[in-house]
């Protein structure tokens, strides 16, 4: 058998922080989940989204520590529109999250932005231009 791709991990800081913001992006996670130290949430075709507190992680990896800098992990979600690029990305910013790259028309024929989630892990959205 050959490995596959099931989930992806994050460790958040403050659970429902990051599951308050990942909501806002269309993910669906129960309210209840707010108060858990390990939540995960199954997408369309089968692949997790897992989180973890802090505290889970060091639970059965003592020495990890929260990683500095950022950068190296991120997750993209795709928009049906440069138009919904634009309003998510404003949605987000008025909710109080941190933009990372303004919407923009990249050179590669996609409306993209980038904000940060709770916990800094950069998070891609983008839509074809027409």
């Given at each position: 058998?050959?490995p596959r791709l ?111 989630d709770p916990d ?11």
């Open positions: 058998m050959t099931d989930a992806i991990g994050l460790v958040a800081a403050d659970m429902a922080a990051s599951l308050a913001f990942y909501r806002r992006l269309g993910l669906d996670v129960p309210a209840e989940a707010d108060d858990q130290p390990h939540v995960e949430c199954t997408l369309p075709g089968g692949t997790r989204v897992l989180w973890d507190t802090e505290d889970t992680v060091r639970s059965f990896d003592p020495d990890w520590t929260r990683p500095a800098g950022g950068g190296r992990t991120g997750l993209a979600f795709a928009c049906d529109s440069p138009a919904e690029v634009d309003a998510t990305y404003e949605a987000l910013m008025s909710a109080g999250y941190d933009g990372h790259l303004k919407p923009w028309d990249a050179f590669w024929g996609q409306r993209y932005a980038v904000v940060h800094g892990v950069e998070v891609s959205l983008f839509a074809a231009l027409a």
